[in-house]
């Protein structure tokens, strides 16, 4: 994934001093780390699909968010933001197209990486704002539970 990501992110993201960290690649998903000793940027791509998610993460010491899921979000609740949701909270205006090529994702994502220079410099204040957005979220895609579909106890007579 690196060959893709290099090119093309490698300077907006030395700029806030993140350099290549880690990388691991499986039959099904990529994954490339760039980090500072603050902040993570996570550029994950399943390997079936067009496009790439790209995450930020404050570090805690040497740790690196070269996998991270349910269990690492349940650990560590307010970390791991993609930067769609970032860009949203700013009001920027987020196109989607079907089959974009990862060439042209990175491209587009290389142009709006400064909207994230606070969290790219260390300063994560706004994680807050993204748990919140994230929460609100996950609580709307949770399917509603329809209660007369259970029986109910009735009381014995």
Not at 63 to 75: C, F, N
Request: with cysteine; net charge negative.
């Amino acid at each position: 994934l690196s060959e893709l990501t290099d090119p093309v992110l490698g300077t907006i993201l030395k700029k806030y001093g993140l350099v290549r960290a880690a990388e691991e690649e499986t039959p099904d998903w990529e994954v490339v780390v760039y980090a500072s000793p603050e902040t993570a940027v996570r550029i994950y791509r399943e390997t079936r699909e067009p496009g790439c998610m790209i995450q930020l993460f404050r570090r805690h010491g040497a740790w690196l968010p070269v996998r991270w899921g349910v269990d690492e979000r349940a650990a560590d609740p307010e970390n791991g933001y993609d930067l769609l949701d970032l860009l949203t909270l700013r009001g920027v205006p987020i196109a989607t197209a079907e089959a974009i090529s990862i060439e042209d994702q990175l491209s587009w994502y290389s142009g709006w990486l400064d909207e994230a220079a606070e969290v790219l410099g260390g300063d994560f204040t706004v994680f807050s704002r993204l748990a919140a957005i994230v929460a609100e979220r996950r609580a709307r895609a949770r399917p509603q539970r329809d209660t007369d579909d259970h029986p109910r106890a009735s009381p014995e007579r």
